[in-house]
Nanobody, 126 residues
Framework: QVQLVESGGGSVQAGGSLRLSCVVTGNIRSVKDMAWYRQPPGLQREMVAS???????RYADSVKGRFAISTDKAKNAVWLQMNTLKPEDTAFYYC????????????????????WGQGTQVSVSS
């Protein structure tokens, strides 16, 4: 089974920092894209930062210069370093993995379009 295991959320005051971690577990062969999304209270889920297997990154305008996404392809892990946090960064943060090639319990290789983590809460107080 493929799972995304997240950690690192919590509560912090404005101006503080947090680092989110996400590991793709299972018999993984490769992961093409990884990203972090967030869903603020009462709003839709939005992309925060993404990174391709080639290392190309994208950021939402609201987090440029404050957040940094990074990966370790060998560990199938992705991190989101969040600095200078603002109250408007308060949200549930979700890890995303796209085009995951894995080997099932029957030994057959499969491709899954997308996987999502369970989410981790980030709360920023003013």
């Amino acid at each position: 089974q493929v799972q995304l295991v997240e950690s690192g959320g919590g509560s912090v005051q404005a101006g503080g920092s947090l680092r989110l971690s996400c590991v793709v577990t299972g018999n993984i062969r490769s992961v093409k894209d990884m990203a972090w999304y967030r869903q603020p209270p009462g709003l839709q889920r939005e992309m925060v930062a993404s990174i391709t297997s080639a290392g190309i990154t994208r950021y939402a305008d609201s987090v440029k210069g404050r957040f940094a996404i990074s990966t370790d392809k060998a560990k199938n892990a992705v991190w989101l370093q969040m600095n200078t946090l603002k109250p408007e960064d308060t949200a549930f943060y979700y890890c995303y993995a796209g085009d995951v090639i894995y080997r099932g319990s029957d030994g057959i290789a499969r491709v899954a379009t997308e996987y999502w983590g369970q989410g981790t809460q980030v709360s920023v107080s003013s």
